[in-house]
């Protein structure tokens, strides 16, 4: 299997109304982070898959791309589960690393009363007869509830008591679920919506000398996605973060920005950085989406988005810390978008989309249509469209801030691969 993907993902959305009030200043982290040791998790039992993937070669473009234009794809994995589960396998054999135990996940997907989709319900889930919670989130866009116990430290349930509650208060509905590949259908005396009270937006780049295309991209178009992604969640909270990296013998390892509500001091952040170095080593990526743990991120109602814009993987023996950054992440909340950039080392794709998978974010990806910086290969998946990228990055926001999943209108679709359906691979 050819896993070599070049990938770039870029973020910057849907942001409604910032204020220059409230600026928060981090220290600037110099050194390597403190590393956490863990065990890699073991597929307890071997899972479903579906067939190999069968990948399509790319037609030829229904659109002729404007020169200049950046465009990429995406692909949810959370949706395409067995696929993604045969690529894990094959992947961590040919790269000769561990994998994240998605065995026995809980699926589900909410619906209200009136038989919509009931995104934002806050839902606990425990061990049958427990007291206390190993998760405690809400229902995402369109109501799915995708969540993996073995990486929450529950690697062996087969049954989970889930208690969902209504934002009225009153008594928790609880309904049990068996884990594993089947999606429950699960009807609601109420319903559900999804108004997030606040945005944590927080930016973790590579700024090695390869990324010089994408910090520029990063830097001039974020005005742009942020306006055009305001009516999405009118009034909402927004605040902005920003985590730099480089490679161990560059000037610095990481450099921690923490958060903003001022746009425009974001963007001096951004500009400030210059892409360079990246010789010595390779890069800090664990490190770096640990630091990001650290930021201050807000508890409760609201959206924990972390887009992560890289070229080059960690050393091998940091897949561990990189896992374990990635379970922090799930265990408040935080969804991890990889955004990965034109000469994505196999490697990396691999620990960016199980980040993705685990903590319910996407994997997004560069591609050749805009005739613009470095050749991108055609990824590892079987289906996806191909849009502008800061469209994309609108749509992906939207998504998450409205809880309704947001597809590209055709008219904006430059060329599709496999058959795709609203983020699903039917081939």
Same mark, same amino acid.
């Given at each position: &299997? *050819?896993? $070599?993907?070049?990938?770039?993902?870029?973020?910057?959305?849907?942001?409604? #109304?910032?204020?220059?009030?409230?600026?928060?200043? +981090?220290?600037?982290?110099?050194? @390597? /982070?403190?590393?956490?040791?863990?065990?890699?998790?073991? &597929?307890?039992?071997?899972?479903?898959? @579906?067939?190999? &993937?069968?990948?399509?070669?790319?037609?030829?473009?229904?659109?002729?791309?404007?020169?200049?234009?950046?465009?990429? #794809? %995406?692909?949810? %994995?959370?949706?395409?589960?067995? @696929?993604?589960?045969?690529? /894990?396998?094959?992947?961590?054999?040919?790269? $000769?690393?561990? *994998?994240?135990?998605?065995? $026995?996940?809980?699926?589900? /997907?909410?619906?209200?009363s009136d038989g919509a989709p009931a995104p934002g319900v806050r839902i606990t889930l425990h061990e049958p007869g427990a007291a206390d919670p190993f998760y405690d989130g809400y229902s995402g866009v369109d109501g799915n509830v995708t969540v993996f116990p073995a990486t929450l430290g529950q690697s062996r349930l087969r049954t989970v008591e889930m208690r969902a509650f209504p934002d009225t208060g009153g008594p928790a509905v609880v309904t049990t679920l068996q884990t594993g590949q089947t999606q429950h259908a699960v009807t609601l005396p109420f319903t559900g919506t999804w108004s997030p009270d606040f945005l944590d937006l927080v930016f973790v780049v590579d700024t090695t000398g390869s990324m010089a295309d994408e910090l520029s991209?990063?830097?001039?178009?974020? $005005?742009?996605?942020?306006?055009?992604?305001?009516?999405?969640?009118?009034?909402?909270?927004? !605040?902005?973060?920003?985590?730099?990296? *480089?490679?161990?013998?560059?000037?610095?390892?990481? *450099?921690s920005y923490g958060f903003t509500r001022n746009l425009t001091q974001f963007r001096q952040?951004?500009?400030?950085? !210059?892409?360079?170095?990246?010789?010595? #080593?390779?890069?800090?990526?664990?490190?770096?989406?640990?630091?990001?743990m650290q930021l201050d991120w807000r508890r409760g109602r609201g959206e924990r988005l972390l887009f992560q814009v890289g070229d080059e993987p960690p050393r091998a023996s940091q897949t561990r810390t990189y896992y374990d950054a990635a379970r922090t992440a799930a265990a408040n909340g935080i969804q991890i978008f990889g955004l990965a950039a034109s000469g994505?080392?196999?490697?990396?794709?691999?620990?960016? !989309?199980?980040?993705?998978?685990?903590?319910?974010? +996407?994997?997004?990806f560069l591609t050749d249509d805009s005739g613009v910086g470095f050749s991108h290969a055609e990824p590892t998946v079987s289906c996806y469209q191909v849009t502008r990228l800061n469209d994309l990055m609108v749509r992906v926001l939207r998504s998450e801030l409205t809880g309704r999943r947001v597809e590209a209108a055709p008219s904006d679709v430059i060329r599709e691969v496999g058959s795709y359906d609203n983020g699903r691979c039917r081939n």
């Amino acid at each position: &299997m *050819k896993l $070599r993907t070049h990938l770039i993902i870029t973020i910057a959305t849907l942001i409604g #109304g910032c204020s220059t009030t409230d600026l928060q200043q +981090r220290p600037a982290i110099t050194g @390597a /982070q403190t590393q956490a040791v863990i065990e890699a998790p073991v &597929m307890a039992e071997a899972m479903p898959v @579906a067939p190999a &993937m069968v990948i399509v070669p790319p037609p030829s473009p229904r659109v002729a791309p404007a020169a200049g234009v950046v465009t990429a #794809g %995406d692909i949810d %994995d959370t949706l395409n589960l067995s @696929a993604f589960l045969r690529y /894990q396998g094959e992947a961590s054999s040919e790269l $000769r690393l561990p *994998k994240a135990n998605f065995n $026995r996940p809980v699926l589900a /997907q909410l619906r209200g009363s009136d038989g919509a989709p009931a995104p934002g319900v806050r839902i606990t889930l425990h061990e049958p007869g427990a007291a206390d919670p190993f998760y405690d989130g809400y229902s995402g866009v369109d109501g799915n509830v995708t969540v993996f116990p073995a990486t929450l430290g529950q690697s062996r349930l087969r049954t989970v008591e889930m208690r969902a509650f209504p934002d009225t208060g009153g008594p928790a509905v609880v309904t049990t679920l068996q884990t594993g590949q089947t999606q429950h259908a699960v009807t609601l005396p109420f319903t559900g919506t999804w108004s997030p009270d606040f945005l944590d937006l927080v930016f973790v780049v590579d700024t090695t000398g390869s990324m010089a295309d994408e910090l520029s991209w990063l830097a001039q178009e974020i $005005r742009e996605i942020t306006r055009n992604a305001q009516s999405a969640a009118p009034g909402v909270d927004i !605040r902005f973060g920003l985590v730099v990296y *480089k490679a161990p013998a560059d000037p610095y390892v990481i *450099k921690s920005y923490g958060f903003t509500r001022n746009l425009t001091q974001f963007r001096q952040w951004v500009a400030s950085e !210059r892409s360079s170095g990246g010789a010595g #080593g390779p890069e800090v990526v664990a490190d770096a989406l640990q630091a990001a743990m650290q930021l201050d991120w807000r508890r409760g109602r609201g959206e924990r988005l972390l887009f992560q814009v890289g070229d080059e993987p960690p050393r091998a023996s940091q897949t561990r810390t990189y896992y374990d950054a990635a379970r922090t992440a799930a265990a408040n909340g935080i969804q991890i978008f990889g955004l990965a950039a034109s000469g994505v080392e196999d490697r990396l794709e691999f620990l960016m !989309r199980q980040g993705s998978v685990v903590t319910g974010g +996407r994997y997004l990806f560069l591609t050749d249509d805009s005739g613009v910086g470095f050749s991108h290969a055609e990824p590892t998946v079987s289906c996806y469209q191909v849009t502008r990228l800061n469209d994309l990055m609108v749509r992906v926001l939207r998504s998450e801030l409205t809880g309704r999943r947001v597809e590209a209108a055709p008219s904006d679709v430059i060329r599709e691969v496999g058959s795709y359906d609203n983020g699903r691979c039917r081939n």
